[in-house]
């Protein structure tokens, strides 16, 4: 090894990691540090959830939904994202969450996170693509029933699909190329309100309304799922762990920059398009309060040349999630966690991606939509669901950490800071998991019960007894757990 180009040995490197972990290097590694990166910004997409739930924060909250809310979200989430990041450093892993929780947490920890997971990311997808279905459709003039949408939804749908399925390569670039496309969307809708818009103070912001109920601070915390929904998937750039060169470092930062980079373009944008609202009540009473304050500040060419620049960041996105949701599919199911997990778990060998895996996250994405009639119930779910599954390795690792099961950690590590900031991330998830199943939110409240209930019964009368999870675990004394970190014949999937 110590002949052969860096990038050689480093590839090296990283399958030998990767063995130590339990598993053999099947995925395509082609990965650097920027791809990792902007598959997550390309998944938490400010042009995407920021914009389609524009007008619930609008609605719920106004104007200060953006200038306190986003703010206040996006500094508790990065305590999340840094915990995660540390968990990522140590284990560069597809299954990333589920793995994590299952080596520090034992098989049934695992088995709830990789389902509460498996279900976020269909919902997430479903929220992002039928999102970029409805923009669609007011673009084209079309009416917003479902019948209208959900043809439009399904094409999307199936264009992520096939492109996932076949052009392994090809998602890579254009995730490296959907990160600039947002960066430069961001720029320009910002310097063209900047400039053409008719513009409110600053204080503008600090704007108490809601148009949904007359208690205000109610309204603020509902609110807030705009912001909280925006930033949700970002846990992807773990789950392309094993597509990533030198993961210990490239996944947990691509994990934290792609929350902190969203932090302060987001709010750029939101306080760019919130100062350009003319009258306030007639925005927030529009189909589309984006497309309108747009429209309106910079006149229907211009604003709407724009709004077409977001849908394509909109399709970027939903394109980034089918890739971290096939990821962890493939993952669970190669540790035969799911129902076919045989087949679940199988590679192509033509494109070298997990092809069964892309087909079923899409056909969950659509089961999903055809669950709900209500948009915001499918962002709720997904974030009700992922916030789950992120608090659960949190919850785990803290505990491993104080009692010396998780001694050995990777490159990038919070130190003595790791303590506070996994009860920081803790707590907010708690806040986020009783926030948005309260009113309008019930529906996703309701299901999300239910599914935790069905999970239960699945666990205690199916998998309880041959669900072993990952095949290193961390829960066994020091000794065991060194002998067993080195399998003699790693796992083919």
Request: hydrophobic share 50%; charged share 10%.
């Amino acid at each position: 090894m110590a002949h052969l180009p860096d990038s050689e040995r480093q590839l090296e490197e990283d399958a030998a990691q990767l063995q130590r972990l339990g598993y053999a290097q099947e995925l395509l590694r082609g990965m650097g540090g920027f791809s990792n990166f902007a598959v997550s910004f390309s998944i938490i997409s400010i042009l995407t959830g920021a914009v389609t739930l524009y007008g619930h924060g609008l609605r719920f909250g106004g104007p200060m939904v953006m200038g306190v809310g986003w703010p206040l979200v996006a500094v508790m989430t990065l305590t999340v994202a840094a915990s995660l990041a540390q968990l990522a450093s140590s284990f560069p892993t597809a299954g990333a969450l589920y793995h994590w929780a299952a080596m520090l947490g034992g098989p049934r920890v695992g088995f709830f996170t990789a389902w509460l997971n498996t279900l976020g990311q269909f919902a997430i997808t479903a929220g992002i693509d039928y999102g970029l279905a409805e923009f669609l459709a007011d673009m084209l003039g079309w009416p917003r029933e479902r019948m209208s949408v959900l043809p439009l939804y399904a094409g999307i749908l199936l264009s992520h699909a096939v492109l996932n399925h076949v052009g392994v390569r090809v998602v890579a670039w254009l995730n490296d190329f959907s990160a600039w496309y947002h960066v430069g969307g961001v720029v320009v809708l910002i310097g063209a309100l900047a400039l053409f818009a008719p513009k409110q103070d600053a204080a503008f912001l600090m704007t108490r309304f809601s148009s949904e109920t007359p208690l205000y601070a109610y309204g603020f915390l509902i609110g807030l799922l705009q912001a909280q929904w925006t930033f949700t998937g970002y846990d992807a750039s773990a789950h392309v762990s094993e597509e990533t060169k030198d993961p210990t470092r490239n996944a947990p930062w691509g994990i934290f920059l792609s929350v902190a980079v969203s932090a302060v373009a987001g709010y750029l944008l939101l306080g760019a398009v919130t100062l350009a609202i003319q009258d306030l009540p007639t925005t927030a009473a529009a189909a589309n309060p984006f497309l309108h304050v747009l429209t309106q500040g910079l006149g229907p060419a211009l604003g709407g040349a724009l709004v077409w620049v977001a849908i394509g960041a909109m399709w970027f996105c939903g394109l980034s999630s089918v890739t971290s949701n096939s990821r962890m599919l493939f993952a669970f199911a190669r540790d035969n966690g799911l129902p076919a997990s045989k087949w679940l778990a199988s590679v192509s060998p033509r494109f070298r991606s997990p092809a069964v895996a892309v087909w079923v996250s899409v056909a969950g994405s659509g089961l999903v939509a055809l669950w709900s009639e209500a948009y915001a119930a499918m962002v709720a779910l997904s974030t009700l669901a992922l916030y789950a599954s992120y608090a659960l390795p949190v919850w785990v690792g803290l505990r491993a950490r104080r009692s010396g099961t998780w001694s050995h950690r990777g490159p990038w590590d919070l130190g003595r800071a790791s303590s506070w900031v996994n009860v920081v991330a803790l707590v907010w998830c708690g806040v986020v998991m009783v926030l948005f199943v309260l009113p309008p939110n019930q529906l996703a409240g309701y299901t999300f019960a239910g599914a935790l209930g069905l999970l239960g019964l699945y666990w205690a009368l199916v998998q309880r007894h041959s669900f072993t999870g990952p095949k290193v675990t961390l829960l066994r004394p020091p000794e065991a757990a060194a002998t067993s970190a080195a399998p003699s014949s790693p796992s083919s999937g």
